[in-house]
């Protein structure tokens, strides 16, 4: 991780779980990271406890709802002109709503798409123009995915999200070639994590709470750092080496 010291990276929905936990680590090993999100106090409370914690890198925090492009593009021309840009872009923001197919809201289906993809690709684009403006040739865009990327669990409540999420596999892949087109070094990578025990559960499932309880106490979770132990591992690699996608779940998850 020692050339990523004093580098930049955006890490989006940081006020909570993965989020924080990934912010977190980074300004551990000496990066700038400006987090993001709507609830910017809870960054803030992060980014003092960065600074207690000594370490070596900062903290930003930046208020932007992810479902407005006009406040992603603020952030990204504030970015420019405060810390010249991006070198490590992580989409981590995402979330899901208990909308099934065939009785759910639109205004919630356009939720989720909002965030979980148009999001995610508007700061992909955005933080790669940012890299090749300054010629940065060896930044990293790492997608905070899901399983449910890559198979369909049988939850009605969970089926756009999971569409959701099949996009953001088919989006890495895409801008993986894209970047090989581009004949630039900068690498794309999905990281795919099954249960982990954070708040996404009991927002999902804000109508029922027990049931969020049960779901974390039917296996041993994952926990937001171990994620952000994957993210680390993937930023470690060699310059050469392309970590395509990474399948993280817990030893008893049977899915």
């Not at 369909?152 to 088919?170: E, L, Q």
Request: net charge neutral.
């Amino acid at each position: 991780m020692d050339r990523w010291k004093g580098r930049v990276a955006l890490v989006t929905g940081a006020s909570v779980g993965i989020g924080a936990a990934i912010a977190k680590s980074l300004v551990q090993h000496g990066m700038k990271v400006v987090g993001c999100a709507r609830n910017v106090e809870q960054i803030q409370k992060l980014a003092a406890e960065c600074v207690n914690s000594g370490f070596n890198g900062t903290l930003i925090p930046y208020k932007c709802d992810l479902s407005v492009e006009d406040d992603m593009l603020s952030m990204f021309s504030w970015i420019k002109v405060q810390h010249q840009g991006i070198d490590v872009c992580i989409n981590n923001a995402g979330l899901a709503l208990p909308e099934p197919l065939l009785s759910g809201k639109t205004s919630g289906w356009r939720t989720i798409m909002d965030v979980n993809v148009i999001a995610l690709s508007v700061c992909t684009r955005e933080a790669y123009q940012s890299m090749k403006e300054r010629k940065v040739d060896d930044g990293h865009i790492i997608n905070i995915n899901s399983i449910c990327g890559h198979r369909v669990v049988n939850r009605a409540d969970a089926h756009f999200y999971t569409a959701s999420k099949y996009a953001v596999t088919a989006l890495t892949e895409g801008l993986r070639q894209e970047l090989r087109e581009a004949k630039t070094h900068i690498r794309a990578t999905c990281i795919s994590p099954g249960l982990v025990e954070t708040e996404f559960a009991y927002r999902l499932f804000s109508e029922n709470p027990e049931l969020a309880v049960a779901t974390y106490k039917s296996v041993k979770c994952l926990q937001a750092v171990d994620i952000a132990n994957a993210v680390v591992y993937v930023l470690s690699a060699p310059p050469h080496v392309q970590i395509g996608d990474i399948e993280i779940t817990p030893v008893e998850q049977s899915m």
